[in-house]
């Protein structure tokens, strides 16, 4: 029966890779064959803890697009809903909003009366009641069981069902993040939670910034004490091999410099001169250039028009672009410069912006005075350039001749 449900899951990982016209190589059937034992742990009887795994190599290597076939393989092999996958950008964003929630509900929930625990000054307090009966002794603090904080109480709700939690594209750059993640991994192992990570980072080397990496330490022991550490190195890019031949963000372009007739290859029409347009993410309004319903101009659309300068050229966040490549499935933008042209925070909201629909499979097209390669080989060296390097290499580009059709993974 094992055996059944290995051969289950390769069979149906394989399948998806040539329906997206490719083989797994040597090192991905590798990966492949360990990723379909950890289905097998999680699917059969278990009397000790499954380890799960954590996935690091280079970029374009097939890490994500693996672990992605992997839990749709799984998912029947599993009850309903007991896997989770999520990306990084949209885990910590998800988080955060759970935390703010839980802390407005508490700052807006009933408050003492005055003479009762609130502020008496200026006040005439009241009578006070008559004194109650005597408390029962308390409990000895080993028979307590502890109440979980706004924190660890949003991560719990987030972890509940959950057999499987697939994190993608690991990494971190920030301390809060990093102090957040531990906490998750802390509450997610205690449940029994098994994680399945991608990176392209090895876990030491998650939060690198000498000064502040002891931040993450207590988060990469983790790791490290619950998951397998698998290196995925092979030796080919795929993303150098051109687009997938599909849609998503592997259907997207760079086009130098975005003529009317360019755009019109591929069934754009450009806003008129001057045109603008709102969007809005919770509180706050950005202007762009437009934002489309069939071809209507309106708030919410499936087509989003932005200037390179509107997009990361001011203060916009991760939380922008989630909700944005969840409501726009196609994004034009304009003038992109190369990012060493820019300031550090313009390059890394860019390189952000790539990371996000590339997760939410947007199409993305690219206008630019800037040939594609140009614009990759002057990176700069920004956390997670390399990154974007890579991806940008499934944007056809019409001048250096025809789309490839041949597919590759993505990860």
């Known amino acids: 029966m094992t ?14 890779a040539a329906r997206e016209g490719f083989a797994l190589d040597a090192d991905q059937s ?3 064959d360990r990723l379909a034992r950890l289905g097998d742990e999680l699917a059969g009887a278990r009397r000790r803890p499954v380890r799960g795994l954590y996935v690091w190599g280079p970029a374009g290597r097939g890490k994500s697009w693996l672990a992605g076939a992997f839990v749709a393989a799984l998912a029947s092999e599993l009850p309903e809903g007991s896997i989770r996958r999520v990306h990084v950008y949209a885990l910590f964003r998800e988080l955060h909003a759970a935390i703010h929630a839980r802390r407005v509900s508490a700052l807006t929930g009933p408050r003492p009366a005055v003479g009762q625990g609130g502020p008496t000054r200026g ?10 009966d005597p408390a029962p002794p308390a409990a000895p603090e080993d028979e307590l069981e502890p109440r979980p904080g706004t924190v660890d109480a949003a991560i719990d709700d987030l ?15 920030d301390t809060g993040d990093a102090t957040l993640l531990t906490r998750l991994l802390r509450r997610a192992f205690a449940s ?5 990570a991608t990176s392209n980072d090895e876990p030491g080397t998650l939060l690198p910034n000498p000064l502040w990496h002891h931040v993450a330490e207590p988060g990469i022991a983790l790791l490290r004490a619950h998951l397998d550490v698998v290196e995925l190195a092979g030796p080919t890019d795929y993303r150098t091999l051109g687009g997938r031949g599909r849609g998503g963000f592997a259907a997207g372009a760079w086009l130098r410099p975005g003529t009317t007739a360019q755009l019109a290859d591929r069934g754009l029409v450009a806003p008129a001169r001057g045109s603008r347009a709102v969007v809005r993410t919770g509180t706050r309004s950005f202007e762009v250039t437009a934002a489309r319903v069939d071809g209507e101009d309106r708030d919410g659309g499936s087509e989003l028009w932005v200037t390179f300068d509107d997009l ?6 991760t939380l922008e672009y989630l909700d944005w490549a969840a409501r726009f499935r196609r994004w034009v933008v304009a003038d992109v410069p190369l990012l060493t042209d820019v300031d550090r925070e313009a390059q890394q909201r860019f390189i952000a912006v790539v990371d996000v629909l590339v997760d939410a499979d947007v199409e993305l097209v690219v206008t630019s005075h800037h040939a594609r390669d140009a614009f990759r080989t002057t990176m700069p060296d920004r956390p997670d350039a390399f990154r974007t390097a890579s991806r940008l290499q ?3 580009e019409p001048a250096d001749g025809p789309r490839p059709s041949a597919g590759t993974p993505r990860g």
Request: proline content about 7%.
């Open 3 to 16: 055996n059944r449900r290995l051969d289950r899951v390769r069979r149906a990982v394989e399948a998806a």
């Open 30 to 32: 590798a990966l492949l």
């Open 123 to 132: 006040w005439r307090t009241r009578t006070a009641p008559p004194a109650p």
């Open 159 to 173: 972890l509940r069902g959950t057999t499987l939690l697939s994190l993608d594209e690991l990494h971190l750059h």
């Open 192 to 196: 029994g939670v098994v994680v399945l």
């Open 312 to 317: 990361a050229g001011r203060p916009t966040s």
């Open 394 to 396: 499934l944007l056809a």
